[in-house]
Nanobody, 124 residues
Framework: QVQLVESGGGLVQAGGSLRLSCAASGDTFSNYAMGWFRQAPGKEREFVAWISPSGFTEDYTDSVKGRFSISRDNAKNTVYLQMNSLRAEDTGVYYC?????????????????WGQGTQVTVTS
């Protein structure tokens, strides 16, 4: 059973940085696109970023472009989300997710495996 385990969340002041990690079990990590979503209190889960299996293709939601960076290390079965210049509106639970294929998107239905989430709280 493949599992995704996120880490790296925490409490940070506005303008600060955090780096989230997501470790995947199993030996097929490099076959799939990976993504990050987030969910703020009282809101629906929303797309943040995705990365292709090779790491060559990335995409971000507009609100994080230029501030967040997604990357992956296939040798370590790990995907990362570097978050800089954090804002209060970035607060939420961040979920790592695996695509059904080698391609990602901003559509929730593209993904079929989810981690348990890690809390990010940005204070202003």
């Amino acid at each position: 059973q493949v599992q995704l385990v996120e880490s790296g969340g925490g409490l940070v002041q506005a303008g600060g940085s955090l780096r989230l990690s997501c470790a995947a079990s199993g030996d097929t990590f490099s076959n799939y696109a990976m993504g990050w979503f987030r969910q703020a209190p009282g809101k629906e889960r929303e797309f943040v970023a995705w990365i292709s299996p090779s790491g060559f293709t990335e995409d971000y939601t507009d609100s994080v472009k230029g501030r967040f960076s997604i990357s992956r290390d296939n040798a370590k079965n790990t995907v990362y989300l570097q978050m800089n210049s954090l804002r209060a509106e970035d607060t939420g639970v961040y979920y790592c997710t695996r695509s059904r294929s080698g391609w990602g998107s901003n559509d929730f239905s593209t993904y079929n495996l989810w981690g348990q989430g890690t809390q990010v709280t940005v204070t202003s």
